[in-house]
């Protein structure tokens, strides 16, 4: 069975070293995550505004959270290599349940400038209207009333936790 281009192949073989842990700085750190914790800290999350030691909770999970986006945007790194390496036209891998996707984003093509008219067959125009929320916020509050045929769409909140930046 050879390697098909655009196809998909199964985790073959241990993955304990890739499920267990990643590499850095030359040795095998493994990632050790208590759900207790987790789950303890999320269910007193309402009393973090009114603790004084409650930031520094928040700040953990926010270390975990970094902890694990990092080893896992680096797991990602590996199996791309490892996949092109094996097979330039590698798509990704599947596993019981997981299915890892190697694609590119962005356009596949660009063109030059200068010569878009000769080019015009292969191009398309593309013209579109979005509204501008600064007028029309200017106008509301002049007018009192979104102007004739402006929607105001249903948005939903969502509470964002950011790092202070050290100063």
Same mark, same amino acid.
């Given at each position: 069975?050879?390697? @098909?281009?655009?196809?998909?192949?199964?985790?073959?073989? @241990? *993955? !304990?070293?890739?499920?267990?842990?990643?590499?850095?700085? @030359?040795?095998?750190?493994?990632? *050790?995550?208590?759900?207790?914790?987790?789950?303890?800290?999320?269910?007193?999350?309402?009393?973090?505004?009114?603790?004084?030691?409650?930031?520094?909770?928040?700040?953990?999970?926010?270390?975990?959270?970094?902890?694990?986006?990092?080893?896992?945007?680096?797991?990602?790194?590996?199996?791309?290599?490892?996949?092109?390496?094996? @097979?330039?036209?590698?798509?990704?891998?599947?596993?019981?349940?997981?299915?890892?996707?190697?694609?590119? &984003?962005?356009?596949?093509?660009? &063109? !030059?400038?200068?010569?878009?008219?000769?080019?015009?067959?292969?191009? *398309?125009?593309?013209?579109?209207?979005?509204?501008?929320?600064?007028?029309?916020?200017?106008?509301?509050?002049?007018?009192?009333?979104?102007?004739?045929?402006?929607?105001? *769409?249903?948005?939903?909140?969502?509470?964002?936790?950011?790092?202070?930046?050290?100063?």
């Amino acid at each position: 069975m050879g390697y @098909n281009p655009g196809c998909y192949y199964p985790i073959i073989g @241990n *993955t !304990d070293g890739l499920l267990a842990g990643f590499k850095g700085n @030359n040795k095998m750190s493994l990632i *050790t995550i208590d759900p207790k914790e987790i789950k303890i800290l999320a269910k007193e999350g309402e009393k973090f505004i009114f603790k004084p030691k409650a930031e520094e909770q928040l700040l953990k999970l926010l270390k975990l959270q970094d902890d694990i986006n990092n080893a896992v945007e680096e797991v990602k790194v590996k199996i791309a290599e490892a996949g092109k390496a094996i @097979n330039p036209n590698f798509k990704g891998v599947l596993g019981e349940s997981v299915k890892c996707v190697y694609r590119k &984003y962005g356009s596949k093509y660009s &063109y !030059d400038k200068n010569l878009w008219e000769r080019l015009l067959p292969f191009l *398309t125009e593309k013209k579109y209207y979005s509204v501008e929320a600064d007028k029309v916020d200017v106008y509301v509050k002049e007018a009192g009333e979104l102007p004739q045929g402006i929607i105001e *769409t249903e948005r939903e909140g969502k509470l964002s936790i950011m790092r202070m930046e050290e100063e």
